[in-house]
């Protein structure tokens, strides 16, 4: 593993050269790579998957020291630091924690903490106390008070911010969110839902459905993700083992899962019938591998070594040619194979710049707590 990751590494700095160099507009932070055309594709500054970008970068700067990395990373910040002041969707832990928060604790530039402050402020302008929950999208034909699983995430920014000097309202927002998340958007065999629809008035749950799975009952493979890295981040700032038991029980639904494959990146969807004739997503496969890793870090004994070791070969698989791109091919992009949003045909079995986010945090916290 010491050696992976160093080679991870060593490609990714060269790698990412390559997206520095694509000719995307400067407005416009990397999403992913159009195999027909040939291009980068990218999206302007309140797209959600914005920070992950600069993101990427301040984790290859992390581990590489390559100083030419540093102008992009502080012209990216710059770019989407008016996202401070966003709400028009629940998103801003996306992106604004994935890169401001690593340029806090990776450049030590403690002047951005503000901006992080401003971005819990605006996130919390969403929360709707009658459910009570932050409220994901704007309400739409097809949703009410949509809340996604995916909204876990940006529960850590809250939470960091009530930590490192923030008001505390924002740290109990996040215990609220996570509380009614885990009332409403779990299955009894702990797979979830992705989107659980409300009354803001009274908390009364209008719908139980899907956007972006196979269907309102499947497990959407990502959203599976989102909620075992939501549910075990909420455990290292809360402390509350009810947290960490819900973690568990995703884990267990997940790496017991008979549609789990052998070499542990899962499909798009867990219950799409026509497994395994459909795309992987290699950017659930990269989330659930750091999820586990921290997982790992508050159990002990053989449960500790089955989610380091299921890690381990997720990450020796994304490493392998089958998902890990060549050095100059994929856009500049580390993994092939992520799935954005098949219901829309958009963004299928391509390169997708949040896959190498948590690939590369992955890569860091086995590092960090396991070598
Ligand atoms: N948060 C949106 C997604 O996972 O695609």
Redesign the pocket.
């Known amino acids: 593993m010491r050696k992976l990751i160093a080679d991870n590494f060593a490609f990714a700095d060269s790698q990412y050269h390559y997206l520095i160099n694509a000719g995307l507009p400067l407005d416009e932070m990397p999403q992913s790579f159009n195999y027909t055309t040939n291009k980068v594709t990218g999206y302007e500054r309140t797209w959600?998957c914005t920070g992950f970008y600069p993101g990427n970068l301040l984790y290859i700067y992390q581990q590489t020291k390559d100083e030419s990395l540093l102008p992009e990373i502080r012209r990216t910040l710059k770019v989407i630091q008016p996202n401070e002041n966003y709400t028009g969707n629940h998103?801003l832990g996306?992106m604004m924690f994935c890169s401001f928060g690593n340029a806090i604790s990776i450049l030590k530039d403690a002047s951005y903490k503000k901006i992080l402050f401003q971005s819990a402020t605006s996130l919390s302008s969403r929360f709707r106390p009658h459910i009570p929950a932050i409220q994901s999208w704007n309400k739409s034909k097809n949703f009410n008070c949509p809340v996604?699983i995916?909204n876990m995430m940006n529960l850590e920014l809250l939470e960091w911010v009530s930590q490192h000097g923030g008001d505390r309202k924002f740290a109990e927002i996040a215990l609220q969110h996570a509380n009614t998340t885990m009332k409403n958007h779990f299955r009894s065999n702990y797979s979830s839902f992705h989107v659980v629809d409300y009354d803001t008035s009274n908390g009364t749950v209008l719908q139980k459905k899907t956007w972006?799975g196979y269907a309102d009952s499947s497990s959407w493979a990502?959203g599976q993700g989102?909620g075992l890295y939501g549910f075990t981040m909420m455990y290292r700032f809360t402390k509350n083992k009810k947290f960490l038991e819900q973690a568990r029980h995703i884990a267990h639904y997940i790496l017991n899962n008979p549609k789990l494959p052998i070499d542990k990146i899962p499909y798009w969807d867990f219950s799409d019938p026509k497994i395994p004739n459909v795309p992987r997503d290699a950017s659930a496969g990269a989330l659930i591998a750091s999820a586990l890793l921290e997982l790992g870090q508050y159990t002990s004994g053989k449960e500790k070594s089955n989610y380091v070791t299921n890690a381990e070969i997720m990450l020796q698989s994304l490493s392998s040619p089958g998902y890990r791109s060549k050095l100059g091919s994929n856009g500049g992009f580390l993994l092939m194979h992520s799935t954005?949003?098949l219901p829309f045909n958009s963004e299928v079995d391509v390169p997708l710049i949040y896959a190498d986010y948590y690939f590369l945090e992955a890569l860091i916290r086995y590092k960090n707590w396991y070598l």
């Open positions: 959600w998103d996306f996604i995916d972006q990502r989102w954005g949003a």
